[in-house]
């Protein structure tokens, strides 16, 4: 391989080049301009033959006119020569301090080392690589601290799953055994142990499809049967099932929904999963005896359903974020309203990929109303 030459190097043998073809240049220009004067000038030739003569020439005396002559010329080069050797020195020492700087930037990026500041150079391309590396690191480093924030909040959600998980196997377990060793020696403790069990066991399934839901949601393989789906029935389905939960915590529901049939291509699990997760934050912030209301209705080629509820309501700091992962509105009361901070986010991604929207309006004190909003499919255009 060829041995690769400096910066430094580099410079001082351009600086060596231009003063060798400066040189010869002001040769070649001395003597077209001699030959000018002697073509152009009366008695011009005498002349120039003249000052030849005085120069290359033995004048009368011991002294020579040449020697004189090449020493000044080979002053003059070494001069010229000196200062541009301590230009392009200086230069090139300037430039390769800052390259240095900039590989070590680099091999910092590298090595994912993310705290340091790259600072400016004089030199504008130069300052322009530097600002383009600052801003890589800048975003790099918001990205580790988005990554490191978030496998926190994945290593919590984990735990309290697991810990959520614990409750119910162990109740499960407790009430077999009650059966088992003859504690429920009656029809009636017998069945409330079985509805016991049953209840938990729905609990057990609830837990391990969020955990399956989160699993799709992080490796981005979330998967969908798509079909046409009558929205009128299907939403006064899933609004009788919401009738007998809110009801029995004390809440009112009424549900609003257009006459007529209404066509979406949905997966319906995947819908009902974004409608149960609405109507469960709705009834999670809802005060005591407050109301939900679930409402549908056709705009602008789609269907727009509308969860509300007359709750606590949701700052506009935090209603900006209530799509993120993790993000929760109310850290404070995390321990009383259970959550992983994903059903949002996970909302959002179902809907995305029905080509449609969510989103939420909010007043504290005053409630929060959800909007999902899935295009139409036109009867005409179903085969």
């Keep these: 391989m060829a041995r690769k030459i400096t910066m430094k190097g580099r410079f001082i043998q351009t600086g060596l080049l231009m003063l060798g073809l400066s040189l010869l240049i002001a040769l070649v220009l001395v003597v077209v301009i001699l030959a000018l004067f002697a073509a152009r000038v009366p008695e011009g030739e005498d002349f120039v033959r003249s000052v030849f003569n005085l120069f290359w020439g033995e004048l009368q005396g011991p002294r020579r006119m040449l020697p004189y002559l090449i020493g000044g010329i080979i002053l003059l080069c070494l001069c010229v020569a000196g200062m541009c050797m301590a230009v392009t020195s200086r230069m090139a020492g300037k430039l390769s301090g800052t390259l240095k700087t900039l590989c070590r930037a680099a091999d910092n990026l590298r090595e994912g080392e993310l705290d340091f500041e790259i600072l400016s150079c004089q030199e504008r391309e130069l300052d322009e690589l530097c600002q383009s590396l ?15 924030a978030a496998q926190e909040e994945r290593g919590l959600l984990m735990a309290n799953l697991s810990h959520d998980l614990r409750t119910p196997i162990t109740a499960i377990k407790g009430y077999v055994e009650g059966i088992r060793d003859g504690i429920a020696n009656t029809p009636e403790k017998r069945d409330h142990y079985l509805d016991t069990i049953y209840s938990k066991s729905l609990v057990l399934e609830k837990l391990v499809r ?26 006064a389905d899933l609004g009788e099932e919401y009738r007998q939960d809110a009801e029995g915590l004390g809440l009112t529901f009424t549900s609003r929904l257009p006459q007529g049939r209404y066509l979406v291509t949905a997966d319906r699990s995947k819908l009902k999963r974004v409608l149960d997760n609405l109507v469960s934050n709705a009834i999670k912030y809802s005060r005591p005896g407050g109301a939900i209301d679930l409402t549908a209705e056709p705009y602008e080629g789609g269907l727009v359903i509308q969860v509300s509820d007359n709750g606590r309501g949701i700052s506009s700091e935090a209603l900006h974020h209530v799509f993120d992962s993790f993000f929760r509105a109310d850290t404070a009361r995390s321990s009383s309203v259970p959550g992983s901070g994903l059903g949002l986010a996970i909302c959002r991604s179902i809907v995305d990929s029905h080509h449609g929207k969510i989103w939420l309006t ?20 179903i085969l």
């Excluded at 969020?210 to 939403?235: C, I, P, W």
């Design 210 to 235: 969020n955990m399956s839901d989160f699993s799709e949601y992080e490796l981005g393989r979330m998967q969908y049967h798509f079909e046409y789906v009558e929205m009128t029935a299907f939403l």
């Design 362 to 381: 909010s007043e504290e004190g005053e409630g929060t109303r959800a909007f999902v909003y899935l295009p139409l499919q036109k009867e005409e255009d």
């Design 134 to 148: 600052e801003s890589v690191r800048q975003r790099l480093k918001a990205a580790a601290n988005a990554e490191a």
